[in-house]
Nanobody, 123 residues
Framework: QVQIVESGGGSVQPGGSLRLSCSAS????????IGWFRQAPGKEREGVSC????????SVADAVKGRFTISIDNAKKTVYLQMNNLKPEDTAIYYC????????????????WGQGTEVTVSS
């Protein structure tokens, strides 16, 4: 059974850090693209960062560039999103999604999703 579980969300003050984890079970992360996406209230889901398990190439949205880092631990079948210098506009539900190799970090092309973890950045 394919299962994707996100964890690590929470409430932090502006400037704080969180590390999100995405754990996959029921399938391998080999030859996949794994992405972190987010959806803020009243907004569409958007791509935050994606990584290819084939060549470890990453893509990062301009809004989080220099602050967020995606990484993968193949042995643990876990993908991380390190989020530093968080801003109130980062408040959203963060989702992990996994699919076959994708050229775009676009939520429309990803087929397997977790339930999300909530991140709130507020003073």
């Amino acid at each position: 059974q394919v299962q994707i579980v996100e964890s690590g969300g929470g409430s932090v003050q502006p400037g704080g850090s969180l590390r999100l984890s995405c754990s996959a079970s029921g399938f391998s992360l080999d030859y996949r693209t794994i992405g972190w996406f987010r959806q803020a209230p009243g907004k569409e889901r958007e791509g935050v960062s994606c990584i290819s398990s084939v060549d470890m190439r990453t893509s990062v949205a301009d809004a989080v560039k220099g602050r967020f880092t995606i990484s993968i631990d193949n042995a643990k079948k876990t993908v991380y999103l390190q989020m530093n210098n968080l801003k109130p506009e980062d408040t959203a539900i963060y989702y992990c999604a996994i699919d076959h190799p994708q050229s775009e970090c676009d939520p429309e092309v990803f087929g397997s999703w977790g339930q999300g973890t909530e991140v709130t950045v507020s003073s």
